[in-house]
């Protein structure tokens, strides 16, 4: 049983970085072929795929917000960190960490909620 758990701060301030963690169970991040993604919905609104780190450690990341976007991982800890620079309260929403999440086999995490706020 492949499980994803999403942890860290729900509360982070305008202009500081947003650094949330995806621990992973069940499965190895570093088993090809598969992508472990970040995705968000901000409140009210749609999905937002955000990015994700594939099995051999390659980085793809939205346009939209790939100047404030990091993606990492720690195979030792079999887990995928997110790092989203200077954020706004626009960056309000809940965190998702995913496994191939258009793909039939997919898995998610149940969602962090990460709020901006002074």
């Known amino acids: 049983q492949v499980q994803l758990q999403e942890s860290g701060p729900g509360l982070v301030k305008p202009s500081q970085t947003l650094s949330l963690t995806c621990t992973v169970s069940?499965?190895?991040?570093?088993?090809?072929?598969?992508?472990w993604n970040w995705i968000r919905q901000p409140p009210g609104k749609g999905l937002e795929w955000i990015g994700y780190?594939?099995?051999?450690?390659?980085?793809y990341y939205s346009p939209s917000l790939k100047s404030r976007t990091s993606i990492s991982r720690d195979t030792s800890k079999n887990e995928f960190t997110l790092q989203l620079s200077s954020v706004t309260p626009e960056d309000t929403a809940v965190y998702y960490c995913a496994r191939d999440p258009l793909n039939s086999n997919n898995y998610w995490g149940r969602g962090t909620q990460v709020t901006v706020s002074s």
């Open positions: 069940g499965a190895s991040i570093t088993t090809a072929s598969y992508g």
């Open positions: 780190i594939t099995y051999n450690g390659i980085t």
